[in-house]
């Protein structure tokens, strides 16, 4: 049975705590309304995660984007793959037999190149296998805003994010309460067909007085066996989880805040294991990221805008045998044997910005320094192959940094970092350190107003991960040796950018805006890492026991041993071409987003398969009925891969219909289809076809009072 024990004890609890908090309340008054989201245009949601200064994305001078709430709801987005689909430049490949998920930007992911936070704690799980080697679990229906940064640009949220930055918020009281109103409450159900199962959300939060507020969320998502666009069942590929949420801020005196936050998060699922081989698992995952953290800001103390946040987090994948395979069951393998991989991390982070003038030029100054600790532990008692691909052992990650944003008149922007890295790793009798300091320097002008045009060029820094340094064993059915390398060198990324931002209103007609960002890049990543063929093969038997002697007799009895080791073996280039643009003219609204990308491993002229092809994606909707109805279409376009990879997929169109009814304050009901006309395709780096024809019904009922 699935342990929900803990998580429904935490919704219990933290929902009791905040009808209880809103009785004693003076401010407990009367239901009156509750607050609706409203479409606005994404490029003007305010992001820090690409300076950690206050802006918003259609000004960051970078490749930046966000997907708020409003747009998960839309497109009832079930995986962080769904929510992420209007983004340039990124994908999120998964197994679709695992609800993990990785995070793929410009062509690079795996081992920590793409920096994923959840309320800013770092999420470092990994497993060796025939997926991504780089996955995290998060539910969609927990997420109140996406901010990615993409490249190595964002040199304040250390090391390893050669790729670029995704920073998860976690939903909080904003999200269900206008600022007037004290305690509020939503209830989300959530159906769909084909597979997509059941949701329910229910969250809620009260204001005490202005020096605290608590919010609570409970998720419970049940999903099933899909058909893809064929009509055929994709094996595997349903879960159940069961979330819990709970957030407190306390303000103790003015511009000073301390906040809190526990996620918790159980999943369970049947499949075939990471690496196949016939044998049955039935696999429970268990997420956790517990965070703390002090800010305080004031506009009469320019010089002080400080942020202390520490954190923990922890991924548990625990696998027990069901159905082994006669290979596994050879090897003494039964049906209840366990193995488990667990990531334990410890972090910090610690940054301040100081605001002055020198003259006639106005300085945000942000500096600071964090750290993280990610220890890994493997237990295998079933078969002893996943301990030795999936090595125990320790890692530290540190660094420092301080950037300099010069602002002159209304024209000119300059900015300027220095980070400096150092990481150790240790485990297996082996050990490995290094350290760099990583320039970004970023110009931007603004020749007529409205049009803001930006080059950077930027270097980041990735450590070799637990895995890459330390993996030493033997791959099963086919067999080869894999070596561990604790002479690997990290990664280093160079990355040239320019872009322009385009922010106008008033074009056609008064109230109408027009949002765009344009940015084409080159990122040489020298000693990237991977896994090459290392020394020559030998014999050994093709029954295990068998002594190796007999293959000098009778070599006809033997097979060809290889060795395979992450090396430094390739210097990567990546460009690409990246728009994002949006138009709301009131009663309708559009957006774009296209991405043309292409890599290549400069030493063997070969392309990098990692790199996703070319993709755009639009959306048009139209407001009927004073801004009740919101219905429209989203067209996704994927180009075939490119030459020679690995892993070819054809290209393919998609069509998805959706609509949101807001009948009052209240109460809103989402409907979306997706796949309409019931394609066959697979998304890229995925390991089975994507679901057909797949409907989604949402109710949402929300209360408040002020």
């Given amino acids: 049975m699935f342990r929900a024990t803990r998580l429904q004890a935490l919704a219990f609890v933290s929902l009791s705590a905040i009808t209880a908090a809103q009785a004693q309340s003076p401010a407990n008054q009367p239901v009156t309304s509750m607050s609706a989201p409203e479409d606005v245009i994404t490029l003007d949601a ?6 950690k200064t206050v802006e918003t994305v259609v000004d960051t001078l970078a490749g930046a984007s966000v997907v708020t709430r409003t747009d998960m709801d839309r497109f009832q987005a079930s995986t ?8 340039p430049g990124v994908v999120a490949p998964m197994a679709v037999n695992d609800p993990g998920q990785s995070i793929n930007i410009r062509g690079m992911q795996d081992f920590g190149r793409v920096n994923v936070l959840v309320d800013g704690a770092r999420q470092n799980f990994q497993i060796s296998g025939h997926n991504s080697n780089g996955t995290f ?16 640009v964002s040199t304040i949220y250390g090391s390893g994010a050669i790729g670029g930055v995704a920073s998860f918020r976690t939903r909080s009281i904003d999200d269900l309460l206008k600022p007037d109103e004290k305690f509020g409450m939503e209830q989300k159900i959530g159906v769909g067909t084909n597979g997509a199962g059941f949701l329910n959300s229910t969250s809620g939060a009260v204001r005490l007085g202005t020096n605290a507020d608590l919010f609570g969320q409970f998720v419970y998502r049940n999903t099933n066996t899909y058909k893809d666009g064929n009509g055929d069942k994709v094996s595997d590929t349903g879960s159940e989880l069961v979330a819990g949420l709970m957030k407190f801020n306390i303000r103790l005196a003015d511009g000073h805040q301390i ?9 369970d699922y049947t499949n075939n294991g990471t690496s196949g081989a016939g044998t049955r698992w039935r696999n429970e995952v268990e997420t956790g990221t517990y965070t703390l953290g002090y800010t305080f800001s004031r506009p009469d103390v320019p010089w002080l805008d400080l942020s202390i946040k520490g954190y923990y987090t922890e991924t548990k994948l625990q696998q027990t045998t069901i159905s082994p395979s006669s290979t596994y069951a050879s ?16 972090g910090f982070d610690i940054n301040n910005t100081s605001r002055f003038s020198t003259g006639p030029l106005d300085h945000a100054l942000t500096y600071g320094f964090d750290s993280s600790w990610d220890r890994v532990k493997t237990v295998d008692n079933a078969g002893g192959y996943v301990s030795a691909l999936t090595p125990s052992g320790n890692r530290r990650l540190t660094g420092a940094f301080i950037q300099d944003e010069v602002k002159y008149s209304d024209w000119l922007r300059v900015l300027g970092a220095l980070r400096y890295d150092e990481y150790k790793l240790n485990g297996g009798g082996y050990e490995s350190d290094g350290s760099r300091v990583s320039p970004k320097f970023t110009l931007g002008v603004t020749p007529v107003k409205g049009i803001e045009l930006y080059g950077t060029y930027a270097e980041g820094y990735r450590a070799p991960s637990i895995t890459e340094t330390l993996i030493a064993g033997t791959h099963p059915f086919p067999a080869f040796n894999i070596l561990p390398n604790p002479y690997l060198k990290p990664e280093v990324a160079r990355n040239l950018e320019a872009g322009v931002n385009v922010k106008y209103n008033d074009v056609l007609k008064d109230g109408d805006t027009f949002r765009a960002k344009v940015n084409v890049f080159r990122n040489k990543i020298d000693d990237y890492i991977d896994m090459e063929e290392t020394g020559s093969p030998y014999l050994v038997p093709f029954i295990p026991g068998m002594p190796s002697s007999v293959c000098n007799r009778a070599p006809q009895l033997c097979m060809p041993m290889y060795s395979y080791q992450y090396v430094n073996v390739a210097r990567a280039k990546i460009t690409g071409l990246e728009v994002e643009a949006a138009y709301d003219w009131n009663w ?10 292409n890599g290549k491993n400069e030493i063997t002229g070969g392309p990098l398969n990692s790199v996703s092809p070319d993709r755009v994606s639009s959306t048009l909707g139209f407001r009927f009925f004073d801004d009740k109805l919101t219905v429209g279409t989203r067209l996704t376009l994927v180009d075939k891969t490119k030459k020679n990879v690995t892993n070819p997929e054809g290209g393919y169109g998609l069509v998805d219909l ?7 304050e209240d109460i809103r009901g989402d ?17 089975e076809a994507s679901p057909g024809l797949t409907a989604k019904f949402a109710l949402t009922v929300r209360f408040a009072s002020k």
């Fill in 46 to 51: 305010i992001t820090i995660t690409a300076t």
């Fill in 80 to 87: 962080i793959s769904d929510a992420l689909i209007g983004v």
């Fill in 137 to 152: 679990y998060l539910d969609p229906e927990l997420v109140g805003q996406i901010d990615v940064v993409r490249g190595p």
């Fill in 259 to 267: 906040s809190a936050t526990a996620l918790r998060q159980d999943y």
């Fill in 331 to 346: 090897l003494g393998v039964i049906n209840g044997d366990k193995l488990s991989d667990r990531i334990r991390t410890h």
């Fill in 588 to 597: 309708g609204f559009m957006t774009v987003a296209g991405t043309i990308l």
């Fill in 658 to 664: 959706f609509a949101s009814y807001q009948y009052n």
């Fill in 671 to 687: 409907v979306v289809i997706q796949n309409l006309f019931d394609r066959q395709y697979t998304q890229y780096l995925n390991t």
